[in-house]
């Protein structure tokens, strides 16, 4: 069964520090890995999309890491703030027949960011 | 930013009644879907339609759903006698051409069966 999970499910941390969120998927056959951030109650925004041979990509204060052999991946945030807080979410995606892609989504961590 | 829109943005509907929830993609996208996501819960895949068909459901989206591109630029998800359990969030989005498009998600409906 396609599966995405993440870890941890919640973590708190203070402005400023750093943290790395971690996921792991045994989705088939596997497209592509991307990372969402999701504000309560708000639509998911993308933050990185990864295929199959990139193993690093940033994006402002966030760096997603692939190791497609043991379908893992982690987002590292640098330097947190405050409006950091929100879910992130780890999606894989597969190719569909007709185009376009099927997201499964990971159930998300949900991170919190304090003074 | 382009974004995706979608109306209502919260609807309450008796159990049994119809349900239309509408949205309006990004206006050079080719790929539309439909995804779900049950408070509390993880957003789960519905459909996705392209060339005004669709080309992928789940076993989700059973004979009460339909999808719909009228005119062009809407896309619309219907519930047929909505029951208790379709009570949720749901998230339209598009992309462009290419698999490895960014996926863009509108706002959501929040929808309250009662």
């Known amino acids: 069964k396609n599966q995405v999970e993440q870890s941890p499910q919640s973590l708190i941390i203070l402005e400023g520090k750093n943290c790395t969120l971690q996921?792991?998927?045994?989705?088939?056959?596997?497209?592509?890995l991307r990372w969402y951030k999701q504000d309560t109650g708000r639509g998911p925004v993308s933050l990185t999309i990864m295929t199959f041979s990139e193993n690093t990509k940033s994006n402002g204060r966030y760096t997603a890491t692939l190791d497609a052999d043991t379908k893992q991946s982690s987002l590292h945030i640098t330097a947190s703030q405050l409006s950091d807080s929100a879910s992130y979410i780890c999606v894989v995606s597969m190719i569909l027949t007709g185009g376009g892609n099927k997201l499964t989504f990971g159930t998300g961590t949900q991170l919190k960011v304090e003074l | 930013e382009p974004e995706v829109t979608q109306t209502p943005s919260h609807q309450v509907t008796q159990m049994g009644q119809e349900v239309i929830l509408r949205c309006v993609p990004i206006s050079n996208h080719l790929y539309f879907y439909w995804y779900r996501q049950i408070l509390g819960q993880k957003v789960e895949f519905l459909v996705s339609?392209?060339?005004?068909?669709?080309?992928?459901k789940s076993e989700i989206f059973d004979d009460q759903f339909s999808v719909e591109r009228p005119d062009g630029s809407n896309f619309t998800l219907k519930i047929r006698s909505t029951k208790l359990e379709d009570s949720a969030m749901y998230f339209c989005?598009?992309?462009?051409?290419?698999?490895?498009?960014?996926?863009?998600f509108g706002e959501g409906s929040w929808l309250t069966v009662v």
């Open positions: 996921c792991n998927y045994t989705v088939s056959p596997f497209s592509n």
């Open positions: 339609f392209y060339n005004n068909e669709i080309s992928e």
């Open positions: 989005a598009s992309s462009g051409g290419g698999t490895g498009n960014t996926i863009y």
